[in-house]
């Protein structure tokens, strides 16, 4: 999968991993508890977004400039004084 995304990644796109966030036992406990406040249900494992993919925020791919160096920095202002962190 992550060739893929970083294929669709390179041309521009946007991606979303989506994720199962409960387990089976979690889904039957949810629904009776549902079911004891008078609630339909729903008799699906709960999913959701966990990480969204993009050119600025991917960082797990291998590629072709995999031996280039990456760096991090980050400015804070306060005032008149300035810090930095590099990573």
């Known amino acids: 999968m992550d060739k893929y995304a970083h294929e ?5 796109l946007r991606l979303v991993i989506v994720e199962q966030l409960e387990t089976p036992e979690q ?4 629904m009776s508890k549902e079911k004891g406040e ?5 008799k699906t494992l709960q999913r959701g977004i ?6 600025g925020t991917i960082v797990s791919f291998v590629d072709e400039n995999q031996y280039l160096p990456n760096y991090l920095i980050a400015v804070f202002k306060h ?3 300035v810090g930095y962190s590099l990573l």
Request: overall charge positive; aromatic content about 4%.
């Open 8 to 12: 669709f990644v390179q041309l521009g």
């Open 27 to 30: 889904m039957k406990e949810r």
């Open 38 to 42: 008078g609630r339909k249900s729903e």
């Open 50 to 55: 966990t990480q969204v993919l993009t050119k």
């Open 79 to 81: 005032g008149s004084l």
